[in-house]
Antibody, heavy 119, light 111 residues
Framework: EVQLVQSGAEVKKPGESLKISCKGAGYSFNTYWIAWVRQMPGKGLEWMGIIYPGDSDTRYSPSFQGQVTISADRSIKTAYLQWSSLKASDTAMYFCARLGNNWAQFEYWGQGALVTVSS | QSVLTQPPSASGTPGQRVVISCSGS????????VNWYQQFPGTAPKLLIYNDYQRPSGVPDRFSGSKSGTSASLAISGLQSEDEADYYC????????????FGGGTKLTVL
């Protein structure tokens, strides 16, 4: 059974750094793209970027380029989303998802990680 | 404002057929596969339709997808109360070195 298990909820202050994770299980982690999707409170879904764990090829949406870093550690089948300096506007639910055969086809989803940034 | 345009809301009564539209352009819907997602409050989205019209295993055939030119549609027939949810279209866009995008979402209410 394919599973993506995300790290837990985080409460941070503006300016702090953060790295959240997404661990894959039940499939060949290296051979499927992983995506990160943002959902701000009461709002819609936003495609942030994707990574291919096999060679760490990464693509970002222009809206998120330079704002976050997507990475992966093949040895522990885990993808990451990180911020170097959080803002209040980063408060959102973040989902990871495994892609299928097109870059907007998210076949499997993590449970989501709520990030709250508040002073 | 999303490049993919969906109506913010839709509604129907049990048993009815409802259609949700997703309007884009030649660089996204016009040249790439459309996918649809269903999301209930507080939960992760679920893939409903991929490659314009294909259904993943387990998705009832009451849900169907279609595409024509730069627009796509999700149809739900035999509407049920449990279909009340948010629905999103998603597609790859070839502009700006390529990026994925979601429509703004449609909240479906079953009256």
């Amino acid at each position: 059974e394919v599973q993506l298990v995300q790290s837990g909820a985080e409460v941070k202050k503006p300016g702090e750094s953060l790295k959240i994770s997404c661990k894959g299980a039940g499939y060949s982690f290296n051979t499927y793209w992983i995506a990160w999707v943002r959902q701000m409170p009461g709002k819609g879904l936003e495609w942030m970027g994707i990574i291919y764990p096999g060679d760490s090829d990464t693509r970002y949406s222009p809206s998120f380029q330079g704002q976050v870093t997507i990475s992966a550690d093949r040895s522990i089948k885990t993808a990451y989303l990180q911020w170097s300096s959080l803002k209040a506007s980063d408060t959102a639910m973040y989902f990871c998802a495994r892609l299928g055969n097109n870059w907007a086809q998210f076949e499997y989803w993590g449970q989501g990680a709520l990030v709250t940034v508040s002073s | 404002q999303s490049v993919l345009t969906q109506p913010p809301s839709a509604s129907g009564t049990p048993g009815q057929r409802v259609v949700i539209s997703c309007s884009g352009s030649s660089s996204n819907i016009g040249s790439n596969s459309v996918n649809w997602y269903q999301q209930f409050p507080g939960t992760a989205p679920k893939l409903l339709i991929y490659n314009d019209y294909q259904r993943p295993s387990g998705v009832p055939d009451r849900f169907s997808g279609s595409k024509s030119g730069t627009s796509a549609s999700l149809a739900i027939s035999g509407l049920q109360s449990e279909d009340e949810a948010d629905y999103y279209c998603a597609v790859w866009d070839d502009s700006l070195n390529g990026r994925g995008m979601f429509g703004g979402g449609t909240k479906l209410t079953v009256l």
